[in-house]
């Protein structure tokens, strides 16, 4: 399969093939004799989660909860600090730590209660993370 895919690309573009698949070096697929419909499900399995985490990940933002999950962006970036797709990686991770240290968090707003209304636009963001997942 991939010597012929090799034939291919040297006819259709007139040049050889890319030197990294053919050199040692290269991923050399010829040799792992991997099955063609092992490798195919494999690499659609990793597409179909990837555009699973990213969709989640646009839905985190355009939900609004985004500045929960990841640090904000600094006013001299020009692009944001994470993607998407970490957005929607770590979204679990973070209801993971703060279901962990809530017990923590409430008593530490007992002592503050200036910032009660911080910690409730928090436990407003994690039911809207958790409704999501």
């Keep these: ?10 006819r ?5 093939p890319l030197a990294i698949a053919s050199r040692p070096g290269g991923y ?25 985490t990213t ?7 355009n ?7 990841c640090r904000p962006t600094e006013t001299e970036r020009s692009t944001q600090r994470h993607s998407l797709f970490w957005m929607g990686l770590h979204a679990p ?3 993971k730590s703060l279901t962990i240290l809530s017990d923590l968090a409430k008593s530490l707003m007992n002592l503050k209660p200036h910032k009660r ?6 436990l407003n963001a994690l039911s809207v ?4 997942l």
Excluded at 1 to 10: C, E, G, T, V, W
Excluded at 55 to 61: I, P, S, V
Excluded at 117 to 122: D, K, S, T
């Design 1 to 10: 399969m991939f010597r012929d895919l090799k034939s291919d690309a040297a």
């Design 12 to 16: 259709s573009w007139g040049f050889p």
């Design 28 to 52: 050399n697929l010829e040799n792992t004799k991997v099955n063609e419909r092992r490798l195919i499900a494999i690499i659609l399995l990793i597409c179909l989660a990837y555009t699973i």
């Design 55 to 61: 969709l989640q990940g646009k839905f985190l933002q």
């Design 63 to 69: 939900m609004g909860v985004s500045d929960y999950i």
């Design 93 to 95: 991770d973070w209801i």
């Design 117 to 122: 209304l911080n910690f409730q636009r928090v």
């Design 129 to 132: 993370i958790h409704s999501t």
